[in-house]
């Protein structure tokens, strides 16, 4: 049973850090890409970043481009999401899917992704 469940989040001053988990089961999650999204109250859903299967390429949105950055620990089936000089608009819940083709290329709709965990909620202060 392929199941992502995120943890991280909390509340952080603006300008302040935190680390976003995505651990995994029941897949091997480097043989698939695994993105991040987030969805702030009222807004739509929006992709921040994404690890490729493979050759681990990243991808970010450009609002988080120099103070995001995705990784994964293959030994520990996780992926990572490292956030720095965090602003109130990167409030948001955040969630990390897998689209579960293997090999596979980081989609850019989150409508491509097939297994979604739960979310973590981040909230920055201002």
């Known amino acids: 049973q392929v199941q992502l469940v995120e943890s991280g989040g909390g509340l952080v001053q603006r300008g302040g850090s935190l680390r976003l988990s995505c651990a995994a089961s029941g897949f091997t999650l480097n043989y698939y890409a695994i993105g991040w999204f987030r969805q702030a109250p009222g807004k739509e859903r929006e992709g921040v970043s994404c690890i490729r299967s493979k050759n681990g390429s990243t991808y970010y949105v450009d609002s988080v481009k120099g103070r995001f950055t995705i990784s994964r620990d293959n030994a520990k089936n996780t992926v990572y999401l490292q956030k720095y000089s965090l602003k109130p608009d990167d409030t948001a819940v955040y969630y990390c899917?897998?689209?579960?083709?293997?090999?596979?290329?980081?989609?850019?709709?989150?409508?491509?992704?097939?297994?979604w965990g739960q979310g973590t909620q981040v909230a920055v202060a201002s």
């Open positions: 899917p897998t689209h579960y083709r293997p090999g596979s290329r980081c989609p850019f709709f989150g409508y491509e992704y097939d297994y």
